[in-house]
DNA sequence: GTGAAAGCGCTAACAC
DNA sequence: GTGTTAGCGCTTTCAC
């Protein structure tokens, strides 16, 4: 930067007035800055600026994993919308282990990022309090976090509810659900998309046999094919599949077909994420679309505006919890 | 830091030794260090050290895009390794924009790493020859790349070969290629794929239909449908069909079951990528294995290499171009 | 509108 | 084994 400075006989501070595009600069001197930095192919030292103004350029993005789609869509996104602002994404793999999720959100980790989405599977709320977000943070996910800071779900309840209403109004009676849980201490994806289903049966006073619940080792094509072999073994009958993730769906069509059984006359099935694969699928299936894209730029909104005013009026907002609405795609998979 | 250096009785220099873990200080230095550091919370600050040393325990990604799953597993893979090395992973999404990858190769965010991996879809090579890889990066992808830097790719014309001549072995003629591209300047993916078409096509001396190769606007489930439906409408006859994706091989399932035409019986179809999900479409998909695990591994490896020696020997070893080889993974949708 | 001085928090190099 | 000195490249602050 000195180099530049004395090359269009200035001083450094006027350059890096000129760089960040602050006003007070005559057009004049902006130009021949302007020009010594192209003709000696100038790039700032970020790390510099990082270490004297604590602007870092960077978002942190803390997830579980990014093989599934739903994590890897997100960060897409936030990077996409990122880059807008002249920012970009780092990532950070907890691999949903608590450890590595204490440190990924620990001050010292958090002070790298201007920002940071944050997706905790094993860390508790209360393990939150004690952390200073002095870090704009959103909280994504449906684990609970504390009340101080924002928080953005989608509606794992309430999706479930839709699904398996839709299934009894269309005349199942016994509807399993894959991947569902019978913990209800814990709070995951898992159960709360199961305490829809309940919900749902206990509305319309159908009773639910807890043969119908099923475990299930992992949300993927195998799991749901393992899941629904397993339920055609104990012999417990059904006429309704609701499967939590449209992944798993894949395995449940699959070993309906194989075993004889047409979907949906002898059994509806509908998933859940609605995927660009669901439209594709033989037959079509139906799913809840859990509106991920309305999730992101909610995320992204509350995490420009935190990190706007950073620093500005101290905690101005209040803290938001949003939930954001599901709904149906019905497809061929249901009557 | 230099609280800590008090509150231990000790200079800086020696809290930077024990939180670095550099030998050279005794083992009661050591503890009362670590003592003062849990005491008074001290965590590092990366900025400063960044500035310093050079070090940012960050990986760059360059891609084009993460919402294809090609991308996102290999994130999720560099992520998980680098963990075990203290380092993590900065995601750079390029949208494939020639500006954009050209701006994220620049020296100075390059400088931001320790190491990249980057995948460029638009930068010719002669664009790269000018920059100074000072920083550690393995190319990935198709597109030619100085010889200068280490390059790991996929074997698309072999896998497409294989592909191509399984179809022709087991008495197909008429093969459509679901995203092919007869424009043999550029070199991608496309390109790529539908050279091993040709070759196969050319070794048993069947000639090829360019009324068989089928553009695609995305390799996407739709993309698939949309192609299939047009080559239907065309009237051109065929009985095998190679997508160049599984993702589009789901919409040509989907078109071929929705006009009455059976898989492998009538036309048999193959894939590429060999997805998680071909094993319980249905018919369950043929599909080209592109060992992505090995490639990830040997980019990663590679990486490491480099990483480790940075500025040790100059330049020690010499570049490395990869081709992981492909392999068939033949299930019901091919005789 | 522009510049000079000071210092962000760490570590390389060397002295003891 | 431990301390001292200097400085990484920028930006904040304040003076002109």
Redesign the pocket.
Known sequence: ??DV?REA?????????V??GR????A???ARVLAAVSKLG????L???H???G?TGAVGLIVPDLDGMYYAQLADRLARSLERHGQHLALVRTGASRERELEAVSVGRLRMYEGAVISLLQVEAADLERLSFDTPAVFIGERPVPETVDHVMMDNVGGALLATRHLLSTGSRRIAIIGGSDDDRVRDMSTLRTRGYRQAHAELGVEVDEGLVLRIDSFTPKGGYQALTRLRESGVPFDGVFTLTDAAALGVLRALADVGLRVPGDVQVIGFDNGTETDFLTPRLSSVEPGNDVMAETVLDLLQRRMGLAGAGEDGEPRTHTMVPARLALRESTR
Chains 1, 2 share one sequence.
Request: hydrophobic letters at 40%; a positive charge; charged letters at 20%.
């Open positions: 930067m000195i400075a006989d200035v001083s450094a501070m006027t350059v890096s007035n760089i960040n006003p007070g600069v005559s004049d001197t902006r100038y790039q700032m030292n790390a510099a600026r270490l004297r103004s602007r």
